[in-house]
């Protein structure tokens, strides 16, 4: 079983739809998760960043962490046709230097 | 946000030579660097974890003599690909570790064409 399950998609969506990306994990001792974006030929940006479990909330965008169920999700309101790319999701635990990465999520945005 | 800057973006070499490949934390100090390499629409494959002052470490299945990865200071990580061959080609990306060591910022990647 790997460290960290995403779906690779790929999502298709039309413009203005809400979003739902999704991340599940096998190790309990992850506190930190991340949500990268990536566009083609470039390298992951970093979108949020969250300890622990909760929302955290940063425009049109929410990262959610669900610990009990090993469950983190990125939602994206109100989605454009520049949102279009590929969602990675990271997490690591609280010692070591080693981060865990998602396969990756494409997602198309339909204007 | 914190940024980390990799030069070349893109680098054409012919087989047998060696190319070497920047990764620099341009605001703030990185005691951890790590290099990727990605091929399309595949996910990233950890090369090495690299910590300043001290040897690289490598990843299952990745000669440490053909990448060799060198962290000479907190802001500055290079990735040499020695006697590179067409199958070398790839997209290779860095990243840098923040001092919290909380979370980790992606260089732009570099394209490697070996011809």
């Known amino acids: 079983q790997k460290e960290v399950e995403q779906d690779p998609g790929p999502l298709s969506v039309p413009e203005g739809a809400i979003v739902s990306l999704n991340c599940t994990y096998s190790n309990s001792a992850f506190q930190y998760f991340m949500w990268y974006r990536q566009y083609s030929r470039k390298g992951p940006e970093l979108l949020m960043y969250t300890y622990s479990s909760g929302n955290k909330e940063d425009g049109r965008f929410t990262a959610q962490v669900d610990k009990s169920s090993k469950y983190i999700s990125l939602f994206i309101r109100d989605s454009q046709p520049s949102d279009s790319a590929t969602y990675l999701c990271a997490m690591r635990r609280r010692s070591g230097n080693q981060f865990y990465f998602g396969t990756g999520t494409s997602l198309t945005v339909i204007p | 946000g914190a940024v980390v800057s990799q030069h070349p973006s893109r680098v054409i070499c012919k087989s047998g030579t060696s190319v070497k490949i920047e990764c620099r934390s341009l605001d703030f100090q990185a005691t951890t660097m790590f290099w990727y390499r990605q091929f399309p629409k595949k996910s990233l494959m950890l090369m090495a974890t690299?910590?300043?002052?001290?040897?690289?470490?490598?990843e299952q299945g990745v000669e440490k003599d053909k990448f060799l990865i060198n962290h000479a200071s907190l802001t500055l990580s290079t990735l040499t690909v020695t006697s590179a061959h067409p199958e070398d080609s790839s997209f290779y990306i860095c990243s840098a570790c923040d001092l919290s060591g909380n979370t980790i910022y992606f260089g732009e990647g570099s394209w490697l064409t070996v011809v």
């Open positions: 690299s910590n300043e002052g001290s040897k690289a470490t490598y």
